[in-house]
T-cell receptor, first 117, second 109 residues
């Protein structure tokens, strides 16, 4: 399967703990995105990378959140000092910047469901 | 701030019925509009629309965009139980997708 993969698929943690999620994009895709989705809502943009450069961050991304894509391949999203409000599905997506509207088609991974107790 | 509104929020139909889903938007620097299907997992890509008035079709699904009135519709004909899902509309701006809340479609046998 050459789609976007995410690990772990589920994570249960206690409030105040740190968690880290991993995303492996489609291999030829140079853009990688993180979104957060809560029940009954569509995904909300958090941040994106083009190759290893983090180009945009949403104001939803508080100081407790950090994302990296050190070699322009996989990415990690870390949440420090988790709060109950962080409970959500964290989705990763990737796309290829080819010019034109083709880059707009983002392909999503299965997500990591975070539950903060 | 970008705004994408989908209607209805949910609907229940019987197999064989036709459904029409609506999406209206207000987005700066509009590039394209995309439809995704989500079944308790990752959203899966259905269509990308960039030009007004050109219908895109894939089997029983079709979609059209009106850039003047800022809306799109997604039609599903001859619905099947496997069409039960949340259908998400997203609009591409400069770099991100802005999503609506989705329409939950339930198809009963």
């Amino acid at each position: 399967d050459t789609g976007v993969s995410q690990n772990p698929r589920h994570k249960i943690t206690k409030r105040g703990q740190n968690v880290t999620f991993r995303c492996d994009p489609i291999s030829e895709h140079n853009r990688l995105y993180w979104y957060r989705q809560t029940l009954g809502q569509g995904p909300e943009f958090l941040t994106y990378f083009q190759n290893e450069a983090q180009l945009e961050k949403s104001r939803l991304l508080s100081d407790r959140f950090s994302a990296e894509r050190p070699k322009g391949s996989f990415s990690t999203l870390e949440i420090q000092r988790t709060e109950q409000g962080d409970s959500a599905m964290y989705l990763c997506a990737s796309s290829f910047t080819s010019g034109g509207a083709g880059r707009d088609t983002q392909y999503f991974g299965p997500g990591t469901r975070l539950t903060v107790l | 701030e970008d705004k994408v509104v989908q209607s209805p929020l949910s609907l229940v139909v019987h197999e064989g019925d036709t459904v029409t889903l609506n999406c209206s938007y207000e987005v700066t620097n509009f590039r394209s509009l995309l439809w995704y299907k989500q079944e308790k997992k990752a959203p899966t890509f259905l269509f990308m629309l960039t030009s007004s008035g050109i219908e895109k079709k894939s089997g029983r699904l079709s979609s059209i965009l009106d850039k003047k009135e800022l809306f799109s519709i997604l039609n599903i004909t001859a619905t099947q139980t496997g069409d039960s899902a949340v259908y998400l509309c997203a609009v591409a701006g400069d770099y991100k997708l802005s999503f609506g809340a989705g329409t939950t479609v339930t198809v009963r046998a």
